[in-house]
Structure formats: structure tokens, C-alpha cells
């Protein structure tokens, strides 16, 4: 493996081996070594001096079940603060198989054309985007498909990220070539913009997989993960219902955000609820039925396509998160209204939990009424054409708050806070305000913990363990839901690093990658200038109950600022 | 002297004797101890926590020239740190008059009803504000007159201080009764609508000055002082060019801002000097001609009424920092359209500097042209309209530069750049960047120092010096032009403190206080979450030359943190 270095000014490609310091590391935490490192943290994150780091986690490469995820990485223009933000897809298989470590672009573009960087086994090249550049997301991907052909992965952003908007993601081609597994969260289709580069292409033709030390133990390690997945039982739940399959229990813990986070139970729950999608999935049709994986060799396929009346495929995939900051947040009701405004963010490259949180803080505003989403749409397609309104709302839901001067905006270190109101699950609070990211339930969700979700005494531990697990996870390229499996057999991890690479670890390695890369994170941050004030939820969640608990956030600081003292 | 603390939810009034710890305080340094003691930093600036605190200064009270400014505080919603803004007209002195030390301003209204505070020697009451809300400030000033007479003091918002907009002001009656002198940065008006309170009216009638320990002691000192005033060269310039007086000085530095700070050097500036606008003063004549006080028995004079080709009075006063920063720094070379946009910002209660700071940022991004007079005023009429245009121009340039994209923002903290490029005055970049309250030329400007305002290497002492001087002039509530008196005369603040109060202060009282004050300051922002990173000029401004010098700024960071080590 090596480190893939490309000055988008000179336009030049380094390739180095792999420094010393870097060689344990993979995924997110590799990315927070080299940001650390190498970025200036208080730099302006769309100046010359911010970098983005695409680098596949430890175990990527193998299509191990759930485990071929790609982080990007870099300063974040949402946050101010350190950013990873990874993805399902093929990216992280191809850039593995490309022998990829990381991928560093750096410097400032010269011109102001957009370009596409391909990458292949013989090295980078830049090609002008052409009319690809202005495309959204959908119509580019299609262009680019036909340009370079079908076998090849494709990171590209869409016209938020070429607008270099605070929540513009980049996204990757599905196994099924749909532009759909995003580098959501934190602006990273910004960074991108900011180096003007509509779309990398990776192309792994001709390229083995990733040596493996001890292709036995290997197998047999892979083994014991896939049975451990395949048996838990969470898993079939994923395989039925996909993450809407959490919307019930959310709604029944009363911590669904409703209407711009002002309750935290909907009155029409079961209209958005995981059961009524399968129903809706099973009845309409389409391409996958009901549900389908996003990466080649994942077993629990909690991917789906979500057709309308006519089984003509509105959106792919339609998502837990989505469905609650673009369903429930915002008042809609009607699942084949929430895919088309999915759809368009979709398009436009951009983030749909920090949309839906700018739209429900928007309508708070008076900009719309809670269940137009009509109103909704055309202020979705109002991005699109660059104006001071559509950039605000494409910038998220904290610049729309500030714009709007509104109170009650749902937002941490500046990014929206996901599907699950921190009043009511407060370990989630916790890790929404401890987290080096930034409010995000990747970064360490409690739901499923035993704990009394309200009490604010037994909140830390439990959100530090998701936290480290969690950061483990993002290092080792896997998904959320791989750590079903790994739980359940977490010798796995330790077999399968020392498989592949050849190490002697123990089973304690998914918590020593997961600490090292939170520190890491929280060093970068604390350089950038982030301090104790800004672990913390906003003011208003402290003081206003959420009904039907009627819990405020109540943990108390001196205990989230103990989080790191372990 | 008593503290009264009103609380806007109750609508009661506790007059209480100062405590000990404040009562050698006035100005900006009570400010500082009564927020550190009262106002949890990290609290929402418009939501219940925060406070806005009137404070005269030390010597106010007593018809000194110059010296009856009053201080308003609070968190500033624009910088999220600890802020002071102090203005001259009438309500320093009312409110000493009345025997108020500080009065406080607590809790979060209770209804959505404008009020009007009315506060004379028997105690405060509210009003409803009826129609006089939602009125510019223009016209509210004068029902406001209609309604309380021509006696009171009056401190009032307007539209962008009702919206909570971050730049709005508040502004209080010159002794003309012109509503023109302006607690304008850092978005204090702002505050004041989070409090439901359209305007504050100050009733002295009836009430004596403020006691004076040693009578022949405190004359001897005024006329020490005076004479000093008046017999200083700059005293001139000011009375006969206004504050105007520096913009060929400013330009010959290279230091003007021109279209959006990207030239220092502008092209028409002799039709935008102070030379100019004296002979247009004297040539269309106008209510006083061709400068006037803003305060009663200030010697300087350095207010002026700008009158139109016809004669007819178009705003008063028309300033160097407006001149600058909506003359030059839009590429608008005609003082009448200056004066226009002047009227326009005064009107919406808004701060001219952020405002003019915010249109550079736009016409960068396309909204306006350079020089473009009508598009500017059209742009800042959207502001009435409350649109989210409007809103996120209102919200000053760090905003509008975070919505629209644009990388040249200048600012520091999140509050813009005042008329002077510190690439080119380097010491006045190192108050911008160093000072508590953001950039802002009135906490300690550089550009008289005897210094080679380009070395890097010159600029901490200097800097270090004008901040303690100010910080110690704002807690006197002395005008910054007062300094040119009290420079030549250090003695006499001694001997006025001590006639005044009784004290037995020695002349280093105004750096005692000064650095007093400062420290507190900082221990704010430390505690809100301020670091050295805060403490930082934009990156732009580190790396783009600025013609004809084309200096950046390049004061060593290393200095800039240790400026607060004497």
C-alpha cells in the first residue's frame, strides 16, 4: 500500500511508501493521524491550505461482509473542526484494490474549470469535466458512467458541492451504479469544490486485492464475523425494514424529531414507520425487493429502492434518518413525498439530515408550513440556482437559523443533530455534544443500550464506549452494522487484522484504534480553537421539555467534560 | 450613585447601592465585571441569560468635553463574545443625572409587545410602544419627542434591532435631538429587541449632577484638561474636517478600504476627503455649519449635518467610517450617495461599518456592482423586509460572507473590519486582531504612532499601549478624541478622579484601569470559548498583497499571544 499524493495546482501525483507512524492505521483514524499531521486546524477550510484524504479502512479490500467502507476526510467548512465522514459503495473496494493507503489532494486549483481526476494502476491524470460540470448528481453520474464505463468506482459531488455549500456531500456509485452511499455529513463535497473536482474515478482494472498475510486464518476469522452477523438478531431486523426499521422504537422512547425537534412522538408514525415501508416496498416493486446490500459481499442489505404508485423508482436508497428530518421534522407524512425531496438533496449533493434540519428550522421561520412539501420542494430546487436563499439552506440548518434568527435550532459544533432527540436518549446527547465531529449518530447512537435513556447520570460511560467503538469501527472501514456481528465474536477483529497484516493484536484493538483516533480528533480540534463551550447542546434543549417525556437535556457539564478521562 | 436592575419578564425595578467590588468602576470596565459576574458566557446573547447594561463612565456627569459617553454591554450576538459600544449624545448625562451607576437589563419578555421603558428620579415604568414599533429610527424618534417631550434622553432601535439583526445598534438623541449617536457594533440593538424594548427614555428632570467631592479641586482639573484639548493640533483638524480628516492620511498610508479591502489606495479620494466634504459643508450650508458637537460643552465638534445640493439636511453626521467603508470600500465616489446609504442604515438601526463591509462581500459575490449607489440602497431597503436577502445582509459581513461563499471577508471575531487595512497599518491589525470586542478601530487605532507601520516586528507595544489607553478612556467615558487632552495632560484625570470621587488615584489610573478592564474582557471570551485562535486575522489577509504596498499582514503569531504578558 502506498500514500497517493495530488497537488491539484501542479497537478502532480507523489506516490511514497507509507510513513512509519501511518502504517497501523487505516480509515478514520489514519485520516485524523494525517490531518493532524499536515493540515494547519485553524486554516480556512476551502483555502489552499485544507486537504481531502480519501483512505479505506484496515480491513477494506476484501469485501468482507459490511466492511468495504471509504472515509474522506479534512478540515470541515460546517464544523470549523476535524471531519470524517464515511460511505458504503464501491469506492472503498476499488481505491483498496488500487493499493491505496490514502489519497491526499491538496493545493489550490489554478483555473476555475472543472476537472475530473482518474485514477488508475499506471497513475492520476486530470481531464476537463466539460458540460458534466453543472450536472447534478444523477445526470453526471449517468455521463460519467458512459464516459469511462461501468467497471470503474466514482466519487463525485453535485451542484452543492460546486458551490462549495457547508452541508454538500460526495457520493459514490452503489454495487447497482446508483450515485447513492454518501460522504454525507460535514461539507466534504465543499472541500472537493474547493479543489475543483467534480468526480474522481477509480479504476482498479488489473488490480489484485490486498496481500493477505495468512489466508487461512483469514477465511476462518471471516467466518466467525459472518455467522456472528448472520445470528444476531438485529441484523434480520436491518434485512426486513432497513434503518427505518428504528423509527417505532424512537417514536416510542418519544425521541422522533417532530416539526423542527418540538416533539418527540408523531401522531403519524405508522405512516412513516419501517413496517409501512416494507409494505409499501413489497407491494409497489421495483429492481431490489424489498431490500438490497449496498456493497458487494454485505449479508445484511439493509439498502432499498424506493418506487412510487407506478413501481417507477423514486429514490434509492430511503433511510431512518431521512425519513425523520425530512418526514416527521418537517410534518410530511407521506413517504413518496419524503423520497422526492430525498430525490433532489440526492441530486444536488447535499447532506439530507442537516436539509431537513434547515427546512424545519426554515419553517419555523415562517418560510413554509410544516407538511407543504410542495413548499418544501421548491425550496430544495431554489438551491440549485445559487441564490442568497438557496445557499442559505444548502449551508444547513445552523446558517438558516442565524440567517432567520431562530431560536430553536437543532445543531452541534454547527451540524445538525440527527433522528433522535438528545432529551430523550441522552447518551446520544452526549456524544452529540462530546464528539470531535460534531452531532452525529454514527459517531456513537445509544438506543440500543441498557440504560434508562432519561437518566442523566447514566449517560457517559455508556456514550464513551459507543463513541470509542464507534471511531474503532470508522478505522477499520466497517459499517455500523458490522458491529452486530463484531460484538458478538470481537476475537474476529483480532484475527482478522492479524491475518491480513501480518500484527499479533488482541481483542482489545477495536477500543485502542477507537481511543487513539478520538484523541487525535479532539487534538485537531483543540488547535482549531474548540474548547469545553463548544461540547455542549444548544441552550434551548437544556430548558425546554420535550413532550410526551417532558425531559430536558440534563447531563450535567462537569460530567460531559470528564467524556476523555478515561 | 445605585445599580438598577430591571427585570423585562416581571417588569420590576430593584435600585440597590453599588457593591463594593464595582464601585470604582464605570463605562466599559463595570461592563466587564458586572457580565463576568452576571452573564454566563456561553449563553445564547438573545436568549434569557444575557443582560444589556448602560454604564456611564467614571467622569460623565459633569458637561466635561468629550467626556459624557455612555457604555452599553451585553454578549454580542455577532462576535459571541463580551461587548462594548459607547456613543455620545445626550444619555450618558441623563443617565448620570439620575443617579445610575448601571442599569440592568434582565430576563426574556414575557409577551411579543413592543415596550417603551421610561426611567425618571421616581423610578421606571413600561409602556406599550404601540404604533412607534415597527417604525425606522428616524420616525420613532420623533413620536417618541411627541410623546415624552424634548427634555429626555432617548436610547431607541430600529427595524434591524425589532428583527435581532446582528449589526443593529441602538442610538440615542445628539444634543440636537437628532437620533445619531450610535451604540452601534456588535449587534447591542439586537439584544435590546430580544428584550421587547423599542426604546429606553431617559427623564432627569428634577435631578442634580452627580456629587463632586472637591469642587475648586474638579474645576481646576477641567480646565487643565480643557486647555490641553483645545491647544492639540488634531483638535483642529477634527473641528474643521470631522472624523473625515483621516481619509487622505488613511489613503497616503495605503490603507483605505477599497472595493471589498482589495486595493488600499483609492482612485477618487480627494472626492471623498474631508477637504471635500468641508467645502461642500460650506457651500450648501446647513443647520451648523460646518461642524457641531455631538455632546453639550464638547470643545471638538467634530459632528457635522450633510446637506444636499437643495440645502436640505441628508444625515447627520456623515463619518470617516462610513465614508470609507460605503464610499470607497463599494467603489462610490459621491459623498451625496454616501450620505444617502447613511441615512438608510441609521434609519434601519443598523451599524454602517458591518453594513458597508456586508455590500463589499456582496458585490465580491455579484449582488451589486462596484459603485453601484442605487443597487446598494435597493439592497439595503431589502433589510426593511425582514427577506432572508435582507436578514443576511443585516446580519453584517462575516454572514453574508458565509452565506454567498466568498473567501475576502473582513472581519475579525465575526465583526468587520473598520476603515483601516491593517496589512498596511499593522499595528491597528494587531488590535483587531488581539482586542476582546473584535475588530474594531475604537479599542485602540495605531495610525498617529510613531512607528513604520509596515514592520511586523513594531506593532505589539504600540498596540498593547492604544488598547490599555482606550479600554481606560471607555471606563472615564471619554471620547477616543478626549485622548488628545488627556494625553497632554495626563494629570488631570488623576486630579479629576480624585476631586470627583475623592479618591487618591496617581497617573497611571488610566492604564490601571485600562488593563483592568482588558483582563476581564478576555476572562469573558476565555470562558465563552475563546482561544488564540480566535485571535487571528483572516488567512486572506496573511497571504494577499494589498497594492500599492503590497504588504500583508505578517505579525508573527507568537507576538500576537503574547501581547496580553505585561
Known amino acids: 500500500m502506498l500514500i497517493w499524493r495530488i497537488n491539484v495546482h501542479e497537478r502532480s501525483l507523489e506516490r511514497t511508501p507509507v510513513p512509519d507512524g501511518w ?10 493521524r494525517i490531518l493532524l499531521d499536515e493540515v494547519p486546524p485553524t486554516c480556512d477550510p476551502l483555502g489552499p491550505h485544507n486537504k481531502l484524504i480519501f483512505a ?4 477494506v479490500g476484501h469485501m468482507l461482509s459490511s466492511c468495504d467502507r471509504i472515509s474522506v476526510g479534512g478540515k470541515s467548512p460546517l464544523t470549523g473542526g476535524i471531519k470524517e465522514s464515511n460511505a458504503g459503495g464501491s469506492t472503498g473496494l476499488q481505491i483498496a484494490l488500487l493499493g491505496i493507503q490514502a489519497l491526499i489532494l491538496e493545493g489550490a486549483p489554478a483555473g476555475d474549470e472543472w476537472q475530473i481526476l482518474v485514477i488508475d494502476s499506471s497513475g492520476a491524470r486530470f481531464e476537463p469535466a466539460g458540460p458534466i460540470a453543472g450536472l447534478g448528481v444523477y445526470a453526471a453520474a449517468r455521463s460519467l458512467r458512459e464516459r469511462y464505463g461501468d467497471k470503474v468506482a466514482i466519487s463525485l459531488i453535485g451542484p452543492g458541492g460546486e458551490m462549495q ?18 460522504n454525507a455529513r460535514g461539507g466534504l463535497g465543499a472541500v472537493m469544490g474547493s479543489k475543483r473536482l467534480k468526480a474522481i474515478i477509480f479504476d482498479a482494472a488489473g488490480c489484485d486485492k490486498p496481500p493477505i498475510r495468512d489466508p487461512e486464518g483469514f477465511k476462518a476469522a471471516q467466518k466467525a464475523f459472518t455467522t456472528a452477523l448472520m445470528n444476531h438478531p438485529q441484523t434480520a431486523v436491518y434485512r426486513d425494514f432497513g434503518t427505518a426499521g428504528v423509527a417505532r422504537l424512537c417514536d416510542t422512547l418519544g ?14 408514525l405508522e405512516s412513516i414507520s419501517g413496517e409501512h415501508l416494507r409494505q409499501t416496498l413489497l407491494q409497489r416493486g421495483g429492481k431490489a425487493n424489498p431490500t438490497h446490500a449496498c456493497m458487494a459481499g ?13 413501481g417507477e423508482e423514486i429514490v434509492s436508497p430511503l433511510e431512518y434518518e431521512t425519513i425523520s428530518l425530512m418526514g416527521s421534522n418537517l410534518g410530511i407524512s407521506d413517504l413518496d413525498d419524503v423520497a422526492r425531496l430525498n430525490w433532489l438533496v440526492n441530486d444536488l449533493g447535499i447532506d439530507s439530515i442537516d436539509a431537513g434540519a434547515a427546512l424545519g428550522v426554515a419553517a419555523e421561520a415562517g418560510l413554509l408550513s410544516f407538511g407543504d412539501a410542495q413548499r418544501a420542494g421548491e425550496l430544495l430546487r431554489e438551491i440549485y440556482t445559487g441564490s442568497p436563499l438557496g445557499r442559505m439552506l444548502g449551508h444547513g440548518a445552523a446558517l438558516t437559523g442565524q440567517v432567520l434568527g431562530v431560536r430553536r435550532v437543532p445543531v452541534v459544533k454547527g451540524q445538525a443533530i440527527s433522528g433522535y432527540d438528545p432529551r430523550a436518549i441522552k447518551g446520544t446527547g452526549v456524544t452529540y455534544a462530546t464528539n470531535p465531529q460534531g452531532a452525529d449518530h454514527t459517531a456513537g447512537l445509544t438506543i440500543r443500550a441498557k440504560v434508562d435513556h432519561l437518566d442523566p447520570k447514566a449517560q457517559i460511560d455508556v456514550s464513551r464506549n459507543a463513541q470509542i467503538n464507534m471511531a474503532g469501527y470508522d478505522t477499520l472501514g466497517a459499517c455500523v452494522f458490522a458491529g452486530f456481528g463484531f460484538a458478538a465474536s470481537p476475537e474476529s477483529i483480532r484475527d482478522l487484522l492479524n491475518a491480513r497484516y501480518g500484527w499479533s493484536v488482541d481483542t482489545g484493538i477495536l477500543q485502542q484504534l477507537g481511543r487513539a483516533t478520538l484523541k487525535l480528533e479532539r487534538e485537531f480540534n483543540r488547535r482549531a480553537g474548540f474548547t469545553a463551550a463548544d461540547d455542549r447542546l444548544p441552550e434551548w434543549m437544556t430548558e425546554e421539555p420535550l413532550a410526551p417525556t417532558q425531559a430536558v437535556f440534563d447531563v450535567a457539564n462537569e460530567d460531559l467534560d470528564g467524556l476523555y478521562n478515561w
Chains 1, 2 share one sequence.
Request: contains cysteine; aromatic residues 6%.
Open 56 to 59: 479505506p479502512g484496515l480491513l
Open 23 to 32: 502504517k497501523t492505521l487505516g480509515g478514520r483514524g489514519l485520516l485524523a
Open 165 to 182: 455549500l457547508r452541508t454538500a456531500g460526495i457520493q459514490n456509485l452503489d454495487k447497482d451504479k446508483v450515485p447513492s452511499r454518501i
Open 298 to 310: 454485505c449479508t445484511i442489505r439493509c439498502s432499498n429502492n424506493y418506487a412510487g404508485e407506478n
Open 255 to 268: 425521541a422522533i424529531p417532530v416539526r423542527n425537534f418540538s416533539v418527540g412522538q408523531y401522531e403519524d
